[in-house]
T-cell receptor, first 111, second 113 residues
Framework: QKEVEQNSGPLSVPEGAIASLNCTYSDRGSQSFFWYRQYSGKSPELIMSIYSNGDKEDGRFTAQLNKASQYVSLLIRDSQPSDSATYLCAVTPRSQGNLIFGKGTKLSVKP | EPEVTQTPSHQVTQMGQEVILRCVPISNHLYFYWYRQILGQKVEFLVSFYNNEISEKSEIFDDQFSVERPDGSNFTLKIRSTKLEDSAMYFC???????????FGPGTRLTVT
């Protein structure tokens, strides 16, 4: 059974701080890794994708992948109240195919 | 910016009735998916569709479910005889060739009474 694990939170950080979200996955052959943001009652919104070991930066977001440890993380710098949402880690076991989602980590950014 | 669209946004139906959920994927995408999310639970894969046929399906996608691409733009999910436990948000998603990133529509909230 392929699993994606995340701490459910809530993770609370003050405005302007760095939020750090973590995810582990069970299938060592997984190839593509994604972070989605989901506001309450809305659909998942893609914010980062990463396919190789190391860091990938996009604006205030940095995704980190360590395939040896089967670990993916997302850092959000200068957190804003509008970043308050549930962050979903998703993994696909092949170069293209269905996603396996974690349960998500709820982030709360306090003004 | 191109986006996935879904209709209706909310569907209420009685147990045992058939429902059809509709999606228009991003126009140049070739891979189409349906996912569902029961309230408070994680997003679950139902089915993927490529080249006019199902490429993969989960255990949830039993004989009560079917998918179709009736024309060049729409992608539908049919639930033949709805059960109370089918109540959930249903998301359509699509991705392009060589592009693993998947984009989701706004969802249809299905309520079975």
């Amino acid at each position: 059974q392929k699993e994606v694990e995340q701490n459910s939170g809530p993770l609370s950080v003050p405005e302007g701080a760095i939020a750090s979200l973590n995810c582990t996955y069970s299938d060592r052959g997984s190839q593509s890794f994604f972070w989605y943001r989901q506001y309450s009652g809305k659909s998942p919104e893609l914010i980062m994708s990463i396919y190789s070991n190391g860091d990938k930066e996009d604006g205030r977001f940095t995704a980190q992948l360590n395939k040896a440890s089967q670990y993916v993380s997302l850092l959000i710098r200068d957190s804003q109240p509008s970043d308050s949402a549930t962050y979903l880690c998703a993994v696909t076991p092949r170069s293209q195919g269905n996603l396996i989602f974690g349960k998500g980590t709820k982030l709360s950014v306090k003004p | 910016e191109p986006e996935v669209t879904q209709t209706p946004s909310h569907q209420v139906t009685q147990m045992g009735q058939e429902v059809i959920l509709r999606c228009v994927p991003i126009s140049n995408h070739l891979y189409f998916y349906w996912y569902r999310q029961i309230l408070g639970q994680k997003v679950e894969f139902l089915v993927s569709f490529y080249n006019n046929e199902i490429s993969e399906k989960s255990e949830i996608f039993d004989d009560q479910f079917s998918v179709e691409r009736p024309d060049g733009s729409n992608f539908t999910l049919k639930i033949r005889s709805t059960k109370l436990e089918d109540s959930a948000m249903y998301f359509c998603a699509s991705s392009g060739r060589g592009q693993p990133a998947m984009y989701f529509g706004p969802g249809t909230r299905l309520t079975v009474t």
